[in-house]
């Protein structure tokens, strides 16, 4: 681990995203873990992978991890893309060194602790949903889950059109389809499972959608938090001086954050700040091939 200046040891811990939606795990992971050192990136050049087979997502996410372990020195790696969680783990825990963690098994996990019904809703792009990833990480904990791909939201967050009558009729729309599935199957979903990077900025549209009583899971707060538990146990157990500055506090170092894409520097910055909910700085631009 990294010695900072208090002769503790402060992580690098990477965070990687298809785009900058992947902020939104950065956002919670921050929160927790104020005193840490990350380094993100978005491999904006070949976004959107939702769309994408789980050759191409396995590959780009495996030289994207690479980036980030070999060249960027992270110790930890956070895979905030659900599609890439769900589809590619295996290689990019193949591809690196370090412990990996994704989203899918927190937010099921989430989902499980939540659920009375044991019944949930799980959304997410086509490639994560067409994977069944996140209904075989619930049925392995006892809940029964109906998926739906909602293609339309990723575009409507990129587009700035959060609170917009247009994408509160869409996010309607496919609530009550993926609901009429769950209803017809004979299930009572009490759970909504955000398994998207974009989805947590909708989160006060589909509050106001869903039926009254449902809890909604946001797979980014899950994430960051199986994610601090792990750096916490990780660090306590290897440094000679534990690291501290997980929490915030006088003395400890603020966060330092450096953000990576493969394309489009300028709309990283200005769309960037949208997830993150703070200025996310000068974004270096990075070539990983096509
Ligand atoms: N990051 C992706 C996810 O969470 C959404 C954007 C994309 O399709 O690349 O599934």
């Known amino acids: 681990l990294e010695p900072d200046q208090s002769g503790g040891s402060r992580p690098v811990i990477g965070v990687f995203d298809s785009g ?7 956002k919670a992971l921050l929160r927790r873990m104020p005193a840490a050192r990350f ?3 978005g491999d904006t050049a070949r976004l959107p992978y939702g769309s ?5 997502i396995a590959r780009y996410a495996a030289e994207s991890a690479q980036f980030l372990v070999n060249q960027q020195g992270a110790q930890f790696l956070v895979i905030a893309c659900n599609t890439a969680s769900a589809l590619a783990l295996d290689a990019i825990q193949e591809a690196v060194q370090v412990p990996v963690l994704g989203v899918i098994e927190p937010g099921a996990a989430a989902a499980a602790q939540n659920s009375a019904t044991r019944d949930v809703l799980v959304i997410a ?11 075989a990480a619930c049925r392995a904990r006892g809940l029964r889950g109906v998926e739906k791909a909602c293609p339309l939201l990723v575009p409507l967050v990129e587009e700035g059109w959060i609170e917009h009558p247009v994408t509160a009729e869409v996010v309607r729309i496919y609530l009550s389809e993926v609901l009429d599935v769950a209803r017809a199957a004979g299930q009572s979903p009490d759970t909504l ?15 106001r959608a869903v ?11 899950a994430a960051a938090e199986a994610a601090a538990r792990l750096v916490a146990d990780q660090v306590s157990g290897q440094a000679a001086k534990p690291f501290d500055g997980l929490r915030a506090g006088s003395g400890a170092p603020g966060p330092e954050i450096r953000c990576f894409a493969t394309d489009s520097v300028e709309k990283f910055e200005r769309l960037g700040s949208r997830f ?5 700085g000068m974004v270096e631009l990075v070539d990983l091939g096509g």
């Open 20 to 26: 900058f939606g992947g902020l939104t795990v950065l």
């Open 211 to 221: 039926p009254e009583g449902m809890r909604i899971i946001d797979s980014a707060e």
């Open 52 to 56: 994408k087979s789980r050759r191409t």
């Open 39 to 41: 380094v993100f990136l």
């Open 193 to 207: 499972v955000l398994g998207c990077t974009h989805y947590p900025l909708l989160r006060a549209v589909f509050q």
């Open 276 to 280: 993150l909910e703070l200025p996310v």
């Open 125 to 135: 792009t086509e490639a994560t949903v067409a994977s069944h990833a996140y209904v």
